[in-house]
């Protein structure tokens, strides 16, 4: 069983600078990777950065050099610094972990963007 639980969302500034969390609990198995998705209003899910067990990372080009994800495995948690904050990042981040080759999901937590 895997449980992820966000916390960090939140109403920003344009410019501004959020940071999320994601701690996660799993048992029996290991994760593959951990990643954030975000989902705007009236727009379908889509990844925002991910990091594989081994630390490789990957990202979306519209957060490239603005956005940087992180995993600390002592405290199971993964991290999304997200600074040059743009109202177009508006949205619900989810924190997501693939075991073997399901998703799991958070709740989301919501990320406001103001101009």
């Known amino acids: 069983q895997v449980q992820l639980l966000e916390s960090g969302g939140g109403l920003v500034q344009a410019g501004g600078s959020l940071r999320l969390s994601c701690v996660y609990s799993?048992?029996?198995?290991?994760?593959?990777?951990l990643g954030w998705y975000r989902q705007g209003p009236g727009k379908q899910r889509t990844l925002v950065a991910s990091?594989?067990?081994?630390?490789?990372?990957n990202y979306a080009d519209s957060v490239k050099g603005r956005f940087t994800i992180s995993r600390d495995n002592a405290k199971n948690t993964v991290h999304l610094q997200m600074n040059s904050l743009k109202p177009e990042d508006t949205a619900v981040y989810y924190c997501?972990?693939?075991?073997?080759?399901?998703?799991?999901w958070g709740q989301g937590t919501q990320v406001t963007v103001s101009s």
């Open positions: 997501n972990a693939v075991v073997r080759i399901f998703n799991h």
């Open positions: 799993i048992s029996g198995f290991s994760i593959d990777s």
């Open positions: 990091i594989s067990s081994g630390g490789s990372t």
